[in-house]
Nanobody
Framework: QVQLVESGGGLVQAGGSLRLSCAAS????????MGWFRQAPGKEREFVAA????????NYADSVKSRFTISRDNTKNTVYLQMDSLQPEDTAVYSC????????????????WGQGPQVTVSS
């Protein structure tokens, strides 16, 4: 069982940056593939980024590639999402998720979810 708690959301102007953190409970954090997803009002949840258990492999949605960076610190049981050059279309609730098997980009293949902070980007 893993519990995930995100932090770091907020309001930022277009072109600005935010860093989201997701702290996980439990001693087996390093065994989990971690992902970030987002859901904007009226839209389906979409994949943002994922990182392998070791941090050696990452994957990004085309819409955030080169602007967002996912990373993890297994000594702190935490995964991060650095978001740069934010745009109004990045406005959404962002959630981190964990799964025990290989990296996936589909939400329903993740087993554990956090509540998700709101990220709002003003134009």
């Amino acid at each position: 069982q893993v519990q995930l708690v995100e932090s770091g959301g907020g309001l930022v102007q277009a072109g600005g940056s935010l860093r989201l953190s997701c702290a996980a409970s439990g001693r087996t954090f390093s065994m989990y593939t971690m992902g970030w997803f987002r859901q904007a009002p009226g839209k389906e949840r979409e994949f943002v980024a994922a990182i392998s258990w070791s941090g050696g492999i990452t994957n990004y949605a085309d819409s955030v590639k080169s602007r967002f960076t996912i990373s993890r610190d297994n000594t702190k049981n935490t995964v991060y999402l650095q978001m740069d050059s934010l745009q109004p279309e990045d406005t959404a609730v962002y959630s981190c998720a964990a799964r025990t098997l290989r990296m996936r980009t589909i939400a329903h293949e993740y087993d554990y979810w956090g509540q998700g902070p709101q990220v709002t980007v003003s134009s």
